[in-house]
């Protein structure tokens, strides 16, 4: 039986080479992540299609999905129209090709480049768009902009997040404020959650929840006191000034005061540096509300994203 290769990038060649061996040339044409790089070997389901885009569209699901393969394919085969959707608040896709590999049994989801891979469990329940949502958002915030130390993780984890929170907001599902109320109603004022800046969580809490939901709600805080307009400005601005290439945190509050005119040394460090507090309700909001119905399905990622290592 012979299994087929999916990795990042495109498929460039599929070439017999005699007792019943093929080579299988794949090639990502962009700058790529070491820790990025991808391929899986398998029993796999591979589709080759087009995006309504012209890109290549490459999926894959495990021949042993069971009761999650329907969900899992729902949700993946939806992968150019949740580009397209984030495409539209934070500028043209890096890469030339989209697509994602579901696994059997994996425990966490990754973004790697143009062809996130996601365990099983994202789709034990029902179809996930926000999975998908988070691992594609990764694709500008993560794999095209990167950072030099991993100290800044949250400028990867804290959009991709919120993209599970504007795709919440897309489809009435619950708005960004709501999930950021209701993830800082989650915690108690003296939870250790409080406790790890997310600006410098230190080795050992580089992937905690603090990187995922600090880092949404810092978004949404500096949303709040941009304003619409200026912070889609603002991501659609940065990921095409650092395109392929690693940038500073300092550099974004540059860029963010710049463009708004506003003073926000306090909201960044009270929200995300090395030295940050709980921030006062103004800045996540406190409105006891009912969780929004998008809640459940996020906290399920989230409770997968932080048990990993990576995602
Ligand atoms: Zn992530």
């Known amino acids: 039986m012979v299994f087929p290769v999916v990795s990042g990038g495109e498929l460039t060649s599929r070439v017999p ?20 790089v991808f391929m899986v070997v398998g029993d796999f389901d591979v589709k080759h299609s ?4 012209g890109l ?3 999926t894959g699901y495990g021949a042993d999905l069971g009761a999650n393969a329907a969900a899992a394919r729902a949700s993946v085969e939806r992968t150019p129209e949740i580009v397209e959707y984030l495409s539209g608040l934070v500028g043209p896709y890096p890469f030339d090709s989209q697509g994602g590999v579901v696994v059997k049994g994996l425990e966490f989801a990754l973004e790697n480049q143009t062809r996130p891979v996601y365990g099983d469990f994202f789709f034990d329940e029902c179809a996930n768009t926000s999975v998908v949502a988070h691992e594609n958002m990764h694709q500008w915030f993560g794999d095209s902009v ?5 100290q800044h993780a949250w400028r990867n984890e804290g959009p991709a997040t919120y993209a599970e929170w504007l795709g919440s907001e ?3 599902e619950g708005t960004a404020q709501q999930l950021a109320d209701a993830t800082y109603q989650k915690y108690p004022a003296d939870d250790p959650f409080w406790q790890i800046p997310p600006g410098d969580p230190g ?32 991501l659609r601005i940065w990921v095409a000034q650092h395109k392929y290439s690693d940038a500073d945190t300092g550099e974004f509050i ?15 460090t009270t929200c995300c540096s090395p030295r940050a507090t709980r921030p006062p309700a103004r800045h996540a909001g406190t409105t006891a509300t009912a969780k929004p119905a998008s809640w ?16």
């Open 17 to 36: 080479e005699g007792n019943g061996k093929i080579r299988w040339n794949w090639r990502n044409r962009k700058p790529t992540n070491t820790y990025q």
């Open 50 to 53: 087009t995006t309504p885009t």
């Open 56 to 58: 290549p569209l490459i």
């Open 146 to 150: 990167s950072f030099d130390r991993w």
């Open 170 to 172: 897309h489809i009435g």
């Open 203 to 234: 080795v050992d809490n580089n992937f905690h929840d603090v990187i995922y939901e600090r880092g949404a709600m810092t978004l949404q805080a500096l949303r709040n006191t941009i304003g619409d307009a200026t912070f889609f400005k603002l």
């Open 254 to 268: 540059a860029l963010a005061e710049r463009l708004s005119g506003k003073r926000l040394d306090t909201l960044f």
């Open 296 to 311: 459940e399905r996020i906290q399920h990622n989230q409770r997968l994203h932080a048990r990993s290592t990576i995602s």
